[in-house]
């Protein structure tokens, strides 16, 4: 446990010192700070009520689910596996006592706490936003839990841009590939509206489960267990593939 | 499962048992595509001892290495580190060891400093006082805060050491540890090597291609010749029966090296 710690510190700190993950969430405050502006513009001055109280940081979170949140995931997987192979700065890790499971689980674990730390730190930047633009505060709960949902199908993207950041031999294919197979998959899931279910990107909203004055819980249960297989097996296969790679 | 070393013998000593072997190599293979590679390394290293592994470019040096530190995985065979199988025991096999494999790439956006301490947070007892000692003795500590971007090699190299030496560990496996140095670090490494092996008992695997340094720290050499171990002796029997450790080292592969 305590090498699994100073392994996922070590990759904490890695991350932080990156200049790629601070400029993207930069970007998410300028993309808020910039929605904002607008929103309160259309309010006061064209007449149009364009968000309520709770909707604007769900509004945000609509569309940087599908933008900044995606790339900034790609970015910091990308950095962690492709990247270190490709330097072999990943021999300083490897040649550490912890072994390669704890490696793998460390940097996964430290893209998880990246990612919801992300979507956190939107979420609170775009709750006082919303305070300032409806003069009341939204409803945090729900923000919360919709942000908080968020994560799951992120964090499933995250273990699939490991993956090919594995198997891949630079960090330019293994950036372009995460991308190609973002789009692709969210392609199929229009085009074929029968598999979308089963498609982990087709979950990217499925935080909007909790936002009606229904909820449904057996099919956010339903959701929840498809996006738990799909982080084991992705897991599972990560780990075995990390083992096997030969530096 | 963990797979323990049973042949060796054991010596009681104060505070503990310590095993006279401190590397074991069995049957050691590795092929790669081109099919060059390593076959059948067979080797055992004492306590102390400093061996340094010789062979031309090419010869598998690197290669066995990156096996016997779990950085690549061998077609057969195993290493044995303290006792313990860097197969299926990998964390007490490398509790104690430090290594430094090919040429090393720290982090270039960190600070010596902090690449120092992705090291030191595997081992409670480190702190900042033996991450500043440590960069003192390989001559780094006026650049402690400097970012590794701005290194030139010969101080990515001295980097390289001091994240190998950090632990104090008891087993250091070093492959070229004098590439990048100049006179004086070259002298320095030296003088560290024999100090260590004399004083703390550390156990030194050096791969070299630089016969001298070999020659001059070394107290036993295997010779690596196309993949294949072609002979393990200690040096001072090789200077008793040779005029030098580069006219020993041309003889057995001129014998044993084209069968």
Request: aromatic residues 10%; proline residues 2%; contains cysteine.
């Amino acid at each position: 446990m305590e090498l699994l710690k100073a392994a996922y510190k070590n990759e904490i700190m890695k991350i932080l010192n990156r200049k790629k993950p601070v400029i993207l969430m930069a970007l998410s405050v300028v993309f808020v700070l910039g929605a904002m502006s607008g929103v309160y513009l259309l309010n006061s001055f064209s007449g149009i009520r364009v968000t309520g109280s709770s909707e604007f940081s769900i509004m945000v979170l609509s569309i940087l689910i599908y933008s900044l949140f995606p790339l900034f995931t790609i970015f910091i997987c990308v950095d962690m596996f492709a990247g270190e192979f490709a330097d072999q700065t990943i021999k300083i890790t490897l040649t550490s006592p912890a072994s390669r499971l704890k490696v793998f689980l460390s940097k996964i674990l430290a893209a998880a706490t990246l990612i919801l730390g992300n979507l956190y730190f939107v979420m609170i930047i775009s709750a006082i936003s919303s305070a300032i633009i409806n003069r009341n505060f939204p409803n945090l709960l729900r923000i919360f839990a919709s942000y908080t949902m968020a994560f799951m199908p992120i964090f499933v993207f995250a273990l699939v841009i490991a993956l090919i950041s594995i198997i891949s031999k630079g960090t330019t294919s293994a950036f372009m590939i995460s991308i190609f197979i973002f789009l692709l998959l969210n392609g199929l899931s229009l085009v074929f509206p029968n598999i979308r279910s089963f498609l982990f990107t087709s979950n990217f909203d499925w935080y909007r489960l909790v936002l009606g004055s229904y909820i449904n819980f057996s099919k956010i249960l339903r959701v929840l267990l498809i996006l738990l297989g799909y982080s084991i097996m992705l897991t599972a296969g990560g780990c075995y593939l990390f083992e096997r790679k030969d530096i | 499962m963990q797979r323990v070393l049973a042949f060796a013998p054991l010596n009681s000593l104060e505070g503990g048992l310590k095993l006279d072997t401190a590397i074991v190599i069995e049957n050691l293979s590795k092929k790669y595509k081109n099919n060059r590679g390593i076959g059948d390394i067979n080797l055992k290293v004492g306590r102390g001892e400093i061996f340094g592994l010789l062979g031309p470019n090419g010869s598998g040096k690197t290669t066995a290495m990156k096996i016997m530190v779990g950085l690549m995985k061998a077609d057969a065979g195993d290493v044995i580190i303290s006792g313990f199988s860097v197969l299926t025991a990998y964390e007490q096999a490398m509790k104690n060891v430090g290594c430094m494999i090919e040429k090393i790439v720290p982090f270039p956006y960190l600070t010596a400093y902090e690449n120092m301490r992705l090291r030191s947070r595997f081992y409670n007892s480190l702190d900042d006082k033996q991450i500043d000692k440590t960069l003192d003795i390989t001559g780094l500590l006026k650049y402690r805060n400097e970012k590794i971007k701005n290194y030139s090699l010969g101080m990515k190299q001295r980097l390289g050491i001091a994240m190998a030496f950090l632990s104090n560990p008891n087993i250091l496996i070093l492959d070229e540890p004098f590439n990048g140095l100049d006179v004086e670090g070259m002298f320095q490494m030296r003088k560290l090597i024999t100090n260590l092996s004399k004083d703390k008992d550390t156990t030194f695997f050096i791969s070299s291609h630089l016969i001298h340094d070999i020659e001059l720290i070394c107290d036993k050499v295997g010779i690596l010749y196309d993949g294949r171990l072609l002979a393990v002796k200690d040096t001072k029997d090789i200077l008793r029966d040779y005029s030098s450790l580069e006219n020993y080292y041309l003889s057995e592969v001129d014998v044993n090296g084209a069968s």
